[in-house]
């Protein structure tokens, strides 16, 4: 149980295309499921909560209008990052929170590999 | 000032071996939860273990055990009889304040340690 993916898991595009991101909880729904940034060998960066049924909660720093975010189910979110530049360029991962237990815990998808040529 | 340090940004261990790998915290909330997770080099993150702070008893998951000391503000992962798909990045991570035990809580993450196991 407790299975999230991500499509794609490796995109590439061109500078001022748009990109989306799938999350999807497979077995479990999720009200709330985070998106981070991870830079090579470095920490993961919270970009922003997503909850289902109302607007994100991005992190300071984070561009609001540069990665829109949608949570239209209790399994899908979506990050598209808007007229994506070469600075975009990282991996991308999701979250989403399975409750109960000890704990709610975070379990992660995959990831997505985004290069901007 | 980090709320989450790892000092150690890589280890070695020979295999079936067992090795601690360090982790620091900083709050000052009573209420917090420590997380470890596994990321190999598909990127995939995998949890490993959780110690709320209020539980008693050190948290323990198959050959993953969590050394909790509350008064240090430590929470070091010890993994017994290392493998060698044990090797990975390893990253120690906490959920503070009211949100603890929610579905709300925002984790933040340490600087990760790059585990390599010898055979």
């Known amino acids: 149980g407790a299975v999230v993916s991500q499509h794609p898991s490796r995109v590439i595009c061109k500078s001022g295309t748009s990109v989306k991101i799938e999350c999807r909880s497979l077995?479990?729904?999720?009200?709330?499921m985070f998106w981070y940034r991870q830079f090579p060998k470095q920490s993961l960066m919270l970009m922003a909560t997503?909850?289902?049924?109302?607007?994100?909660?991005?992190e300071q720093g984070v561009e609001k209008d540069k990665f829109l975010i949608n949570h239209a189910s209790l399994t899908l979110s979506t990050l598209t990052v808007t007229s994506a530049h070469p600075e975009d360029s990282s991996f991308y991962i999701c979250?989403?929170?399975?409750?109960?237990?000890?704990?709610?815990?975070?379990?992660f998808g995959p990831g997505t590999r985004l290069t901007v040529l | 000032a980090q709320k989450i340090t790892q000092t150690q940004p890589g280890m070695f261990v020979q295999e079936k071996e067992a090795v601690t790998l360090d982790c620091t915290y900083d709050?000052?909330?009573?209420?917090?939860?420590l997380f470890w997770y596994k990321q190999p080099s598909s990127g995939e993150m995998i949890f490993l273990i959780y110690?709320?702070?209020?539980?008693?008893q050190n948290a323990t998951e198959g050959r993953y055990s969590l050394n909790f000391q509350k008064a240090r503000k430590s929470a070091n992962l010890v993994i017994s009889a290392s493998q060698l798909g044990d090797s990975a990045m390893y990253f120690c991570?906490?959920?503070?304040?009211?949100?603890?035990?929610?579905?709300?809580?925002?984790?933040?993450f340490g600087q990760g340690t790059i585990l390599t196991v010898h055979p």
């Open positions: 997503s909850n289902e049924g109302s607007k994100a909660t991005y």
């Open positions: 077995d479990f729904q999720a009200t709330t």
């Open positions: 709050t000052s909330d009573p209420s917090y939860g």
């Open positions: 991570a906490m959920r503070e304040g009211l949100e603890a035990r929610t579905s709300y809580g925002k984790l933040t």
């Open positions: 110690q709320g702070s209020y539980d008693q």
């Open positions: 979250s989403a929170t399975l409750a109960g237990g000890i704990t709610d815990t975070q379990y």
